[in-house]
């Protein structure tokens, strides 16, 4: 989403990196460049003129002029100022002292609220919390229907009396929910309301009415980030109504230019809470203003990536795999990279993985193109294997690779390709895991490397085609001295030479 504000940013930085210090014309022209940027992004024009004042009157003062690194200073502020712009601080769900906790949803039909309750219960559910979805759109269509199905995907109950459609109450639905979740011990309940296509009167009288009946502790109002502008305007208009303390961005995947992301929590004063990235029901972030920040200027956003990790890896599984590669003699297998390469997929698309990176936008084509249905022919490659197969890769022989190919669809090349790239890259893992990587300082394949390379090519020496040196190799074979070795070892007086200045002064002394 922030791919042009951070490709405008990124070539702003690179022109100032020649630069021993900043003038005044310097940083005026960057931030009239700085200016256009969030311009194009879609920023809202208040929130660019607030951004601008305070990225220009810090870079005015000494924290500049004296600074020995100015571009690393301004990217420094630039970076402090969005992350303010963002809201500052991580805010998340305030629960209730007595249970349950109730959140309501809020927003225009479209923004996506119904999946993101799914999302936003099999969150709470990962965070030891037992959460209640409470269906509340019984306006539009298959609402109810589709709650349901998000529902039982995320492994959340679903509260449910009336079929939608139009008929039902949805404010006694709500008093219901409350008086079951007490019952049945729910400690969070999330209430699913009915959105519009605009802002109206009766939509705003529901969500009202909804408010005044459940005293929610949380009001979350859910935004399209692809909408621009417009979704600060409804942010107004739903703060105005029936006011919120929290937003939820959803469709941050998407390719619009991320200005209400940049804008909404500046100009409505209200904190953004959660971030949906994806379809997926694990496509959802608590949002960090200093992660997204540093996503936006091209730091990457390594601490997520950890986290998902951290949920993800099978830690048991992964040391042994570490265990294998350090013992090294072949014993990591295709089972043992399959294994590694499935706990991989579940952090999501590479692309993905990879964008999360420091300066992995330098690498954005790439990343880009990155071909997921390879990732499936290797695991139909592998799966098309004996257990010994994947074990032991040496044990393919032609009529072997021949049947995996069937199996999986493949041709022969394809397998061949395979087992070739995985034992030349297990042959680097191991050479790693072992602290061999050779040529490389500090890994014992540098200089002593070089030097028993050098003893092989001398012990390699073979007898000269020039008939006078191979006279002399000959004699040093009789002499049992090896072919070479006498150069260095002077056999009689006129054989002994002195070093080149010595010689010289030698010479001097005799003509005087």
């Known amino acids: 989403m922030f791919d042009t504000l951070q490709d405008r940013l990124a070539d702003l930085f690179k022109s100032l990196r020649s630069k021993g210090r900043l003038s005044q014309a310097d940083i005026d022209a960057t931030m009239r460049e700085i200016r256009i940027a969030l311009l194009e992004a879609d920023v809202n024009l208040n929130v660019v003129k607030q951004f601008v004042s305070a990225v220009k009157e810090r870079c005015a003062g000494t924290e500049i002029s004296r600074a020995l690194n100015p571009s690393q200073q301004i990217i420094k502020i630039v970076n402090e100022e969005l992350i303010s712009i963002l809201g500052g601080q991580v805010r998340t769900v305030r629960f209730a002292k007595k249970p349950p906790t109730v959140i309501m949803l809020a927003g225009l039909q479209g923004a996506g609220k119904t999946t993101l309750a799914g999302k936003l219960g099999r969150w709470l559910k990962s965070e030891k919390h037992s959460p209640l979805l409470v269906a509340c759109d019984l306006q539009r269509p298959n609402a109810v229907n589709q709650l349901q199905i998000v529902g039982e995907r995320a492994g959340v109950h679903v509260f449910a009396p009336e079929p939608g459609n139009g008929v039902g109450d949805p404010v006694q639905v709500a008093r219901k929910a409350l008086e079951h979740a007490e019952r049945s011990l729910y400690d969070v309940v999330v209430i699913d309301t009915a959105g519009r296509l605009g802002i109206d009167e009766v939509l705003m009288q529901q969500a009202a009415d909804i408010k005044a009946t459940t005293r929610p502790d949380e009001v979350l109002f ?272 006129d054989d002994f030479q002195l070093p080149p200045e010595l010689q010289k002064m030698f010479d001097e002394q005799q003509r005087k």
């Open 222 to 493: 859910v935004v399209d980030a692809m909408i621009g502008q417009d979704a600060v305007n409804t942010a107004k208009a739903f703060n105005e109504g029936i006011g919120f303390d929290g937003v939820v961005l959803t469709k941050l995947d998407g390719d619009a230019r991320g200005g209400a992301a940049l804008s909404i929590a500046r100009v409505i004063g209200k904190p953004i809470m959660f971030a949906s990235n994806g379809e997926g029901l694990a496509d959802f972030d608590v949002f960090h203003p200093d992660r997204m920040a540093s996503r936006i200027l091209g730091m990457g956003d390594v601490l997520t990536l950890i986290e998902q990790a951290e949920k993800n890896f099978d830690a048991e599984s992964s040391r042994k795999a570490a265990e294998k590669l350090s013992a090294g003699k072949g014993s990591f297998g295709l089972q043992d990279f399959l294994a590694q390469m499935q706990q991989l997929r579940k952090l999501g698309p590479l692309s993905k993985i990879f964008g999360m990176l420091p300066g992995a936008g330098q690498f954005k084509d790439a990343i880009n193109s990155i071909d997921e249905k390879e990732v499936d022919r290797i695991e139909a490659i592998i799966f098309s294997m004996t257990p010994a197969e994947r074990d032991d890769v040496g044990i393919l022989n032609g009529s072997r690779r021949a049947r995996i190919a069937k199996g999986a669809g493949v041709q022969v090349s394809d397998v061949n390709n395979l087992v070739n790239r995985f034992v030349e890259a297990r042959k680097m893992m191991e050479q790693m895991a072992g602290g061999k990587m050779p040529g490389m300082p500090g890994m014992g394949g540098g200089r002593a490397a070089r030097k028993q390379q050098g003893k092989s090519r001398k012990r390699g020496r073979k007898i000269s085609g020039n008939p006078a040196k191979r006279k002399q190799q000959e004699a040093e074979r009789a002499r049992g001295i090896k072919p070479g070795a006498a150069q260095a070892i002077p056999q009689t007086v």
